[in-house]
């Protein structure tokens, strides 16, 4: 009996970590916000247990700026990092820091954390 419950509840632990790291989820996204006076665009993005939002969609050509925001104490959000730009920025706790973004491209462009655990994407179109 003992023996069958323990299998049970390793087949349930071994189901809920591939569900976690495999799993479709869902995606917070968002529009930069455009000021059309200063030709500009900016969003807001919260480091907290990951990125909120995780995609962030910018409109080609107007100067772009991202500004994180990190709550979460934990080192791997300490850093932003977007390879196709060779952007690799500390985040310091309870400070925003501001990201300009080449929107000169359309694409997708990824950004994770220092260790590659959380991720994130930019959309310019």
Same mark, same amino acid.
């Given at each position: /009996?003992?023996?069958?419950?323990? +299998?049970?509840?390793?087949? +349930? ?10 799993? @479709? ?13 200063? =030709? =500009? ?10 990125? %909120?939002?995780e995609? *962030?969609?910018?409109?080609?050509? *107007? ?13 791997c ?22 990201? @300009? +973004? ?8 990824e950004?994770?954390?220092? /260790?590659? /655990?959380?991720?994130? @994407? *930019?959309?310019? %179109?």
């Amino acid at each position: /009996m003992a023996h069958g419950l323990a +299998i049970g509840i390793g087949i +349930i632990l071994v189901a809920f970590i591939l569900w976690w790291f495999f799993g @479709k989820h869902q995606v917070s996204t968002a529009e930069a916000t455009v000021v059309e006076g200063a =030709k =500009k665009q900016t969003a807001d993005v919260l480091v907290d247990g990951g990125y %909120k939002p995780e995609v *962030v969609t910018l409109k080609q050509g *107007v100067p772009a700026t991202l500004k994180f925001t990190r709550k979460d104490p934990s080192t791997c959000l300490d850093r932003v990092v977007f390879p196709e730009w060779g952007i690799n920025r500390p985040l310091p706790e309870g400070k925003t820091e501001e990201i @300009k +973004i080449d929107t000169s491209q359309a694409g997708e462009f990824e950004w994770a954390c220092g /260790m590659d /655990m959380f991720h994130g @994407k *930019v959309i310019v %179109k």
